[in-house]
């Protein structure tokens, strides 16, 4: 027998359902045996008895996304895949997205470009659908999906990018034929615009009143009207960066029918709060500016519960990286730029999974289990790369994360490795930070950014499997 490429030895493995321990036996690039005393690898690596986890999924990051309006995005494919893989992260899925006018392929084509030969790590594409013309719902939209690209957002809010309810339906119907996975951006557009006309009317307009303007109302209607549409068509449907209480409710409620409704969240509505966008002197809140906004301690407490009580599936970063300094990010209009012209997104995908590990598991608020489910083999399962990526198994791609837990880590925008000038989470005491991150048996970290870019392979991804995706015996001729 070939001996092993590399043995992770004293392990304690932790998976979606258990812990173990074990030695980890990789060869090419793949786990091939685990269980205790193995044979000698070329490579021995001592976990030392520290916990081992598969390598994160953030499945909602934004790389290198043209904007339409003149920002620019701060991490490319290279920088961001880079800055993934030293937090714990060994898969993303960024979107290819349409720009109204364009063809859905165009788009697809467009972002292979720009991943061109920068991926660290490996990665899919989900689709954003901003203009589904009767060609893209009848050709192009089932036949990327056939090819790999299994899942789609939709934005209610956003001009450039929303679509009407009736538009919604007609997208959500082809995923139900197609089996696809649709993913929500759940925010009440015209609330947003009548509220945000009459705060520049009266004068407010300093970040803090990106909050006022998009208040939790308006993502519970949303998501509300979202639930309505996917039941109307009988469809799953994941609602994305869901903020707080009123947005869960309605979540719990589809739930408790027996709805195929899914939810994710993010660091941001753990860790941050509306008074993280300042008062009205000074533009530093900018930094937070996000949608839908971070909410109060008290939704903080609801999303804590949500993530361990089984409302989430995923916890993502929504990694959208602007700079705070410099011409084209969040100061593009300048320091007395009203709100509404700051860019919108936080940089995140390197803290997200020591954040959850440190401020979660740590903290006894969620098991080890429940932090593996959420931050990776969730996020397999319902974009169709499960067990290939998720999992600690035989035969699954080796992409793992060895964990230092106990020091305190002092968290600073200078030790991470994104190309964006600030980190909201400056400042935090974490008790937990990647020691190393393998992917498909490569070291990619150990302290120090590992790994070729251009290594990462595209994954076409499966349709999500059938227990995901069950449909219910409906009469309409859907
Ligand atoms: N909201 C989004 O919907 N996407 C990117 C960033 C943000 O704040
Ligand atoms: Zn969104
Ligand atoms: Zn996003």
Not at 58 to 87: E, I, K, N, W, Y
Not at 325 to 344: I, L, R, T, Y
Request: include cysteine; charge should be negative.
């Amino acid at each position: 027998m070939q001996p092993f490429d590399t043995v992770i030895r004293n392990a304690r493995v932790v998976t979606a359902a258990d812990i173990f321990s074990s030695d980890i036996g990789i060869r090419d690039g793949r786990i091939a045996a685990l269980g205790l005393d193995l044979a000698a690898g070329l490579t021995e690596i001592d976990a030392a008895g520290r916990h081992v986890t598969p390598g994160g999924i953030d499945s909602h990051v934004h790389f290198d996304q043209p904007t339409g309006d003149g920002l620019v995005m701060a991490d490319d494919f290279s920088s961001g895949t880079r800055s993934a893989a030293c937090g714990g992260t060994t898969t993303v899925i960024p979107f290819a997205c349409q720009q109204k006018g364009q063809t859905l392929r165009a788009a697809v084509d467009d972002y292979h470009r720009r991943a061109g030969d920068k991926p660290v790590i490996d990665y899919a594409f989900h689709l954003i659908v901003t203009d589904p013309t009767p060609e893209v719902l009848r050709e192009e939209l089932p036949a990327l999906i056939a090819e790999g690209y299994t899942s789609f957002k939709i934005y209610m809010t956003y001009d450039a990018l929303k679509l009407n309810d009736r538009e919604i339906l007609e997208t959500l119907s082809v995923a139900r034929r197609e089996g696809a996975m649709v993913m929500l951006h759940a925010e009440n557009s015209d609330c947003i615009a009548w509220l945000t006309e009459r705060l520049l009317a009266a004068g407010l307009d300093a970040p803090r009143y990106h909050a006022t303007s998009r208040p939790m109302l308006v993502e519970r209607e949303a998501t509300h009207r979202a639930i309505a549409l996917a039941e109307l068509v009988d469809v799953p449907i994941l609602i994305v960066h869901v903020s707080g209480r009123e947005a869960i409710e309605q979540i719990r409620w589809a739930q408790s029918l027996g709805l195929k409704v899914y939810a994710e969240t993010c660091p941001q509505y753990l860790f941050l709060t509306a008074d993280s966008l300042g008062c009205d002197d000074g533009f530093d809140g900018a930094k937070c500016i996000c949608s839908p906004p971070p909410r109060d301690a008290a939704n903080q407490r609801i999303i804590w519960d949500g993530l361990e009580n089984g409302s989430f599936e995923i916890f993502s970063s929504d990694h959208a990286p602007f700079r705070f300094d410099g011409p084209d990010g969040k100061k593009a209009h300048g320091e007395q730029a009203s709100f509404d012209k700051v860019a919108n997104g936080i940089p995140g995908v390197e803290t997200r999974m020591a954040l959850l590990w440190s401020e979660g598991v740590r903290t006894g608020r969620i098991t080890a289990q429940s932090f593996v489910a959420l931050t990776s083999t969730n996020a397999a399962k319902m974009y169709g790369l499960y067990p290939r990526k998720g999992s600690i198994a035989i035969g699954t791609d080796a992409d793992l994360v060895i964990w230092d837990e106990g020091q305190t880590v002092h968290l600073t925008n200078a030790m991470l490795h994104h190309n964006v000038d600030y980190t909201p989470y400056a400042g935090m005491q974490l008790t937990a930070w990647p020691a190393m991150t393998l992917s498909r048996g490569e070291v990619v970290w150990n302290g120090e950014p590992q790994g070729q870019a251009g290594r990462g392979r595209f994954l076409a991804c499966e349709r999500p499997a059938p227990a995901q995706v069950r449909r219910r015996q409906t009469e309409l001729p859907l």
